[in-house]
T-cell receptor, first 113, second 115 residues
Framework: GNSVTQMEGPVTLSEEAFLTINCTYT??????LFWYVQYPGEGLQLLLK?????DKGSNKGFEATYRKETTSFHLEKGSVQVSDSAVYFC????????????FGQGTILTVHP | DTGVSQNPRHKITKRGQNVTFRCDPI?????LYWYRQTLGQGPEFLTY????????KSRLLSDRFSAERPKGSFSTLEIQRTEQGDSAMYLC?????????????FGEGSRLTVL
């Protein structure tokens, strides 16, 4: 079946630091890949997506590249802000899954001034 | 507000009681999903509706759980004879039928605490 694995443990950074959150996946066929973000007290919202190999998704300074050879979709940002503090979820959508998403366990990001 | 709406936001109940959660999706979104999220974990798929038809159910959805979407608009998720292990955040999401963007629009969730 489909599965998503994210780097374990919370991430704590100082403002303007570089961010990487690792995500790897297992899926049959050619899934679409997503990063969702959950800010404190809010619902999950789409951050970025990529639908085929070598696509790069980007939004709000965040980027992730769909790497089929390494089955990865790592999230990066060059300079984080305090307002980026949130929980980040990597997810995939399989080809025949009625559009449902399979999520990773989430990574808590805390950015200090 | 035209987002996905879930009620109640928080429910505290005693073990053995029944609870029901309601989800109002974004208008004209034909696809509706229920997920469960426990502390420190990502959302886990429970069930999927296309209009009023329930097309997929996860093995996580025991026979104590039932979901309906009677008119293809709002949906309810009922848990009978609640157990402490049912304590979780229950999330609802919707998306337009045939949309290929993959984006699911989530509500803020209904948190269940079983004492």
């Amino acid at each position: 079946g489909n599965s998503v694995t994210q780097m374990e443990g919370p991430v704590t950074l100082s403002e303007e630091a570089f961010l990487t959150i690792n995500c790897t996946y297992t899926a049959t066929g050619y899934p679409s890949l997503f990063w969702y973000v959950q800010y404190p007290g809010e619902g999950l919202q789409l951050l970025l997506k990529a639908t085929k190999a070598d696509d790069k998704g980007s939004n709000k300074g965040f980027e992730a590249t769909y790497r089929k050879e390494t089955t990865s979709f790592h999230l990066e940002k060059g300079s984080v802000q305090v307002s980026d503090s949130a929980v980040y979820f990597c997810a995939l959508r399989g080809g025949t899954s009625y559009g449902k998403l399979t999520f990773g366990q989430g990574t808590i990001l805390t950015v200090h001034p | 507000d035209t987002g996905v709406s879930q009620n109640p936001r928080h429910k505290i109940t005693k073990r053995g009681q029944n609870v029901t959660f309601r989800c109002d999706p974004i208008s004209e979104h034909n696809r509706l999903y229920w997920y469960r999220q426990t502390l420190g974990q990502g959302p886990e798929f429970l069930t999927y509706f296309q209009n009023e038809a329930q097309l997929e159910k996860s093995r996580l959805l025991s026979d104590r759980f039932s979901a309906e979407r009677p008119k293809g608009s709002f949906s309810t998720l009922e848990i009978q004879r609640t157990e402490q292990g049912d304590s979780a955040m229950y999330l609802c999401a919707s998306t337009p039928d045939g949309g290929n963007t993959g984006e699911l629009f989530f509500g803020e969730g209904s948190r269940l605490t079983v004492l």
